[in-house]
């Protein structure tokens, strides 16, 4: 999944609701219509590429029903305002100052998923 893919997703993807530690995401059908988005799904899950950890979230589940998502991680690791603020940002810019600082601090290769 490439930044730019992730970049437009975005623009289909609303924060349904956050908590610390708990953020539920709802997408529209722009998402699930995705022909990337379904081959990344059928390979990798919700979750980052397979073989890949990301430091900071414990668990995804994705409701097809209510086309939701809800990503559960530790706030000790993973600032909240920080992932919130990559759902609710609004130009390419913004979106990939964010993508690198979450990745920096969790340590994780962004490249990897991105590619």
């Known amino acids: 999944m490439d930044i730019d893919l992730m970049l437009g997703l975005r623009e289909h993807i609303t924060v349904g609701s956050h908590t610390p530690g708990r953020l539920r995401l709802k997408f529209d059908l722009g998402v ?23 430091p900071g979230i414990t668990g995804t589940k994705f409701n097809p029903l209510t086309r ?16 919130h603020r990559l759902f609710t940002c609004e130009n390419a810019a913004e979106f990939r100052e964010i993508a690198v600082e979450l990745a920096d601090t969790v340590d994780f290769d962004l490249s990897t998923f991105l590619n």
């Open 32 to 54: 699930i219509g995705n022909p990337k988005v379904i081959r990344y799904v059928k390979v990798n899950g919700f979750g980052p590429p397979k073989g890949q950890d990301m």
């Open 68 to 83: 939701s998502m809800t990503m559960v991680y530790d706030d000790e690791i993973i600032e909240p305002e920080l992932l």
